[in-house]
């Protein structure tokens, strides 16, 4: 259960990606979409409107720094919020939050950082980090992950070959 702001006011404003908690104050907004198909009828009233699928959701985390320790922390973690791409791909990062966790947003991938100038008389740094949530696509019988266990990819043939067949249940060979 997710525990509710004045219950939890540091568990609100804090956020982990990865292996990392992020330092000073965080906000996180979300914007969760559904692709809707919307077919209207030439000359009627009303439509067929059809539900296409979900889209990965944002996720906009704002830091908010004032302390010289919290950019020190900041910037231990940058290599892991930001790989060098002539080195490292990057991946999707887990995310602790109350408000990821209430959407069931397990993982996302850093789609920007933006460093705006400095506001408020330079008394704060303010980072905005704008995310997707990490969502592969999924086939019919769930998520499109190969597993040992998975049975489009075990050789089932090779059970048949040295069984005999059972007999008939009617001896007329049918």
Known sequence: MIKWLSEDPDGWNTVK???????????????????????????????TVTRKGVDPAFVIIQLKMWQREQIAALQ??????????????????????????????????????????????????????????????????????ETKLDPRKQNLAADLVNKPSKPSKTNTGA
């Open 17 to 47: 990606l990865g292996k990392h908690v992020l330092p000073g104050i965080c906000t996180v907004s979300l914007d969760l979409e559904e692709r809707i198909d919307i077919k209207k009828p030439d000359g009627k009233h009303g439509a």
């Open 76 to 145: 231990k973690m940058l290599p892991d919020l930001r790989p060098d791409p002539r080195r490292d791909t990057g991946s999707h990062l887990p995310i602790v939050h109350p408000k990821t966790a209430l959407w069931g947003i397990p993982a996302v991938l850093i789609r920007k950082i933006k460093d705006p100038p400095n506001e408020e008389g330079g008394k704060f740094y303010i980072l905005t980090f704008d995310c997707i949530e990490f969502l592969p696509p999924q086939t019919k019988s769930g998520l499109k992950t």
